[in-house]
């Protein structure tokens, strides 16, 4: 560490705030005990979440808060501050150069960003990035990561947390799911055989390997101790306490799966309640640490999922659609925000948000100008004036999702929302959805034919948008060409 940040660290170490990113991987708008919704669900009442219910009650709860349809795009994106069509890591990713897209009659996907992202120049299909904990770390922030990193592939330098700016990687690597949440399995997919599956290891906590004992917990304890650390030696911290559960495999939580079967469940929905409300227990065990260790009040919180509940998985009602579909229950999250003495107490937020906003967010709250430093150009915009009460105008913005491949069903698609309307387009037939989802939340009622106007004033920002990005299309086979964006698409009609 260089001297002059030694002593930028010391200056400020009393006054900068800790940050905790609390990343749940997989989990739906709608599968927690907080409402997130006008109304509480079926699946409110369903799931037990006592430690969310406690942040929404000190914190601010959005929402509208968005993030991609599948697992890398988002993660790349929250640690960029980039949009999935610009940082071109548009599907998930695991073995360098082997992109997971199902065959498609007609289209294939372009030349992604199958290897992720890295700090390195000259990595083939790599987005080169400068990675938000570098730039905490350059200010003097301990950066902690814990749990699934999912940002580069195997064999190339972002398969490493350490590579990306984080001074202590436990148990993230390439993989975007465990091998097993079970101690007694060694976290490991060795005892799957058809097909051996060991690249989803959880590399590291050999110390629980062979015990009675829920990978949730395991992480928990392992970032507790991390930030006890960090708190003797005053530095200030940025966990990233980036959960594998509620991601598959769906294999239960011993310590709240009964419940749940008493409670009338059925075996699956029983597991899926019970490693959600493991996932909780460790929110709430480290916030009990943080006021332990007397930082609680110079602490924020900060809750957020990755994608919405994947389809094997009960529907996010009133939500549509799965992980990876471009409708709201792929892509709206539950996200909570505590910023002691900042944030009104059970305070709520309308206003739309995005996952890449989280990169100038946590930056601002942290303190660090980071205008000018970064290789990538940023799309995100700060959400800290809503923590204040402020407002921020958004009618105007344009939220943008990308999907340029043919995935376990979902098909290639771009989407565009502003305001309260949603264009999506799907590339294999061209076809067009119009939603209001101020009216119909939904998206049950397509408006593409009756509102023509608005389906081209949308398909024009939709085109403008991916175009500045240079965002990849999928290919059409026959022509050898890209398909074209909407706006071009409806100035040929
Ligand atoms: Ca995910």
Redesign the pocket.
């Known amino acids: 560490m260089a001297l002059g940040v030694m002593c930028a660290a010391h200056i400020h170490a009393d006054t900068r705030p800790n940050i905790v990113f609390f990343l749940v ?2 989990m739906g708008w709608q599968e927690t005990s907080v409402p997130f919704h006008t109304e509480v669900t079926e699946l409110n009442r369903r799931y037990h979440t006592p430690n969310m219910q406690r942040l929404a009650a000190d914190g601010m709860k959005f929402t509208q808060a968005y993030a991609s349809a ?2 890398s795009p988002t993660r790349v994106s929250a640690i960029t501050g980039m949009n999935a069509a610009r940082h071109r890591v548009t599907n998930w990713t695991l073995r360098k150069n082997a992109s997971p897209d199902n065959p498609h009659k007609t289209l294939q996907p372009p030349v992604w960003n199958v290897n992720g992202i890295c700090m390195e120049q000259g990595i083939e299909r790599t987005y080169q990035v400068t990675p938000l904990p570098s730039l905490l770390r350059e200010a003097g922030y301990r950066t902690i990561h814990v749990g699934k990193a999912h940002f580069g592939a195997k064999e190339t330098p972002g398969d490493d947390p350490l590579n990306l700016g984080f001074d202590i990687n436990i148990a993230g690597h390439a993989a ?1 799911g465990p091998g097993s949440y079970w101690g007694e399995k060694n976290f490991s997919a060795a005892w799957r055989t058809d097909p051996p599956a060991i690249i989803w290891d959880v590399p590291g906590l050999e110390d629980y390997h062979g015990k009675n004992i829920y990978l949730t917990e395991a992480l928990t304890l392992e970032a507790i101790k991390a930030v006890e650390q960090s708190v003797a030696e005053k530095e200030p911290f940025y966990l990233y306490m980036s959960h594998y559960a509620v ?1 598959a495999p769906w294999e239960k939580d011993d310590r709240f799966y009964q419940t749940y079967i008493d409670a009338g469940l059925k075996p699956f929905e029983a597991t899926l309640a019970s490693m959600i409300e493991g996932m909780d227990k460790s929110l709430g065990d480290v916030m009990a640490a943080i006021k332990r260790f007397g930082v609680e009040n110079n602490t924020i919180v900060i809750f957020m999922s ?2 919405g509940s994947p389809s094997q998985c009960p529907r996010n009602l009133p939500l549509r659609g799965h ?1 990876l579909t471009p409708y709201e229950g792929g892509t709206r999250e539950p996200m909570i925000v505590k910023w002691p003495g900042v944030t009104k107490p059970a305070a709520s937020c309308d206003t739309p948000l995005i996952i890449e906003d989280f990169f100038p967010s946590i930056l601002e709250l942290a303190g660090v100008d980071w205008h000018g430093k970064t290789k990538q150009s940023v799309d995100g915009r700060s959400f800290v004036p809503l923590l204040k009460g402020d407002q921020i105008e958004s009618e105007d913005r344009n939220f943008i999702w990308h999907f340029p491949h043919n995935y376990s069903g979902q098909g290639s698609f771009s989407a565009i929302r502003r305001g309260p309307w949603k264009l999506i387009h799907h590339h294999s037939d061209q076809r067009l959805e119009l939603f209001n989802l101020e009216t119909d939340i939904g998206e049950k009622h397509n408006h593409a034919s009756d509102q023509p106007v608005r389906v081209k004033q949308l398909a024009n920002e939709l085109g403008k948008e991916l175009r500045s990005k240079q965002a990849l299309m999928p290919i059409n086979k026959i022509t050898g060409k890209p398909v074209a964006f909407a706006d071009k698409l409806l100035q040929d009609e």
């Open positions: 991987d997989d599948v697992c975007g991601h990755d994608n992980k």
